[in-house]
């Protein structure tokens, strides 16, 4: 679905581009899953095209969780689209979801900062090693770090040796998944930055947390 053509698109681009829009057309209309998924709606008696095929309704109010700052410039808002901001659900609190988790955010005076790329971002070798010997050498002695760490077994030799000279190797906790909600972890007054990959739901909760009062404008002066 993504191209990641440069925007405002240069003319010499814009052949790709037309050549990616027919590609995603035909995929959408003669892809197999496409076909499958009509077939399933067909067999449970769901009529008419799937929502995502059918999204814009002139008859309904519509809250999109975005600010104009953050989006491509709209050249025609409709009147029935509302961008509100972010939308997120109130997460557990970690000391709920994750009381080991909590206690070392806890002891974490002098902050900590939360480090996630995304559930689907895919580490090698280079990539760890040079995040971590960055986050090793560019922070304060006395801050911590939360990574969670995608295949964090696979990279045990490269941690290993980035942190053989880490006076605080305590201070780093790498992990391959977390229990608590990261919005929860976020919400944690010892967390004093976050680092993620750009996506919606991180830069919503982000926000969410650096801005409880729902003014978002600070955001985008973070970007």
């Known amino acids: ?15 790709l581009n037309i050549y990616l829009t027919i590609r995603l057309i035909l995929s959408v ?22 929502p995502l095929a059918d999204l814009w309704h002139t008859n ?41 988790l909590s206690k070392w955010l806890d002891e974490s005076k002098d902050g900590v900062v939360y480090v996630s790329l995304g559930t689907y971002f895919k580490y090698n070798n280079d990539d760890v090693r040079n995040m971590l010997g960055g986050l090793v050498q560019g922070l304060p ?31 780093f906790m790498l992990v391959d ?3 608590a909600d990261p919005a929860g972890v976020l919400e944690h007054s010892n967390v004093v930055c976050s680092v993620h990959h750009g996506g919606a739901n991180s830069f919503f909760e982000t926000c969410r947390c650096a801005h409880p009062c729902a003014d978002y404008s600070g955001c985008i002066d973070g970007i």
């Open 1 to 15: 679905m993504s191209s990641a053509l440069p925007f405002p698109i240069p003319w010499y681009l814009i052949p």
């Open 29 to 50: 209309a003669f892809g197999p899953h496409n076909k499958s998924l009509a077939a399933g709606r067909k067999a449970h008696g769901l009529p008419g095209k799937p």
């Open 60 to 100: 309904i109010t519509y809250i999109c969780p975005s600010i104009p700052e953050t989006d491509y410039p709209l050249i025609y808002s409709p009147p029935d689209l509302h961008l509100c901001g972010p939308i997120t659900v109130d997460p557990i609190p970690v000391a709920t979801a994750d009381p080991e």
């Open 141 to 171: 002695a006395r801050v911590r770090v939360l990574w969670k760490l995608n295949g964090k077994d696979r990279f045990k030799a490269i941690i290993d040796g980035v942190l053989k000279e880490e006076k605080n190797p305590e201070r």
């Open 177 to 179: 998944w977390l229990e």
